[in-house]
């Protein structure tokens, strides 16, 4: 049973940064994808950011130039480096993985204060 687990959440000030992680239970490389999304109360869950299995990235218009994906083969681990954080962040960020399968983290909560 694949895991993921997030950590990195917490209350942020805008104009701030936050780094999210991501530590899969197995190597990333047996993910055809993966990434981050978001939830905002009363909101559907929509895709932040996400990196394929050779790297290549892509992002949500609302925040490109301000997020980055990144990873850590070595450590079984996605990144999320949110900069410039807005209010419109605040969400539950979730991180997601896919082969055959979807999986999903529990979810972590970034509270944006204006």
């Known amino acids: 049973q694949v895991q993921l687990v997030e950590s990195g959440g917490g209350l942020v000030q805008a104009g701030g940064s936050l780094r999210l992680s991501c530590a899969a239970s197995?190597?990333?490389?047996?993910?055809?994808?993966m990434g981050w999304y978001r939830q905002a109360p009363g909101k559907q869950r929509d895709l932040v950011a996400r990196?394929?299995?050779?790297?290549?990235?892509n992002y949500a218009d609302s925040v490109k130039g301000r997020f980055t994906i990144s990873r850590d083969i070595a450590k079984n681990t996605v990144y999320l480096q949110m900069t410039s954080l807005k209010s419109e962040d605040t969400a539950v960020y979730y991180c997601?993985?896919?082969?055959?399968?979807?999986?999903w983290g529990q979810g972590t909560q970034v509270p944006v204060s204006s």
């Open positions: 197995e190597s990333i490389f047996s993910f055809d994808f």
């Open positions: 997601n993985a896919n082969n055959y399968r979807i999986y």
């Open positions: 990196i394929t299995k050779v790297g290549i990235t």
